[in-house]
């Protein structure tokens, strides 16, 4: 059974900081392509970062570039998003998925269940 389970959000004041993770099961983590969205209220689900499967390259939205931080253990099937700087904007719901193309217009993707990230005074 694949599994994505996302923790460690919660209610964080401007300038603090949070470190989400996202465990993975039931599927093979260190071929898959790692990312976080986030989704807040009344607005498109958007990408925030990207982490390929060997963790080699990342990318991110221009909105959270020096902020942010992907990462990924494969040991431990976990993905990481380390927040730093948050601000009132960075509220929302933070999804992790997990991609792989087989080519061929083939492809796998998974999400998880998302987990709330309130910043506020």
């Known amino acids: 059974q694949v599994q994505l389970v996302e923790s460690g959000g919660g209610l964080v004041q401007p300038g603090g900081s949070l470190r989400l993770s996202c465990a993975a099961s039931?599927?093979?983590?260190?071929?898959?392509?790692m990312s976080w969205w986030r989704q807040a209220p009344g607005k498109q689900r958007e990408l925030v970062a990207v982490i390929t499967s060997a963790g080699d390259t990342t990318h991110y939205a221009d909105s959270v570039k020096g902020r942010f931080t992907i990462s990924r253990d494969n040991a431990k099937n976990t993905a990481y998003l380390q927040m730093n700087s948050l601000k009132p904007e960075d509220t929302a719901v933070y999804y992790c998925k997990a991609v792989r193309n087989y080519g061929m217009g083939r492809t796998d993707d998974y999400w998880g269940q998302g987990t709330q990230v309130t910043v506020s005074s």
């Open positions: 039931g599927f093979t983590f260190s071929s898959y392509t």
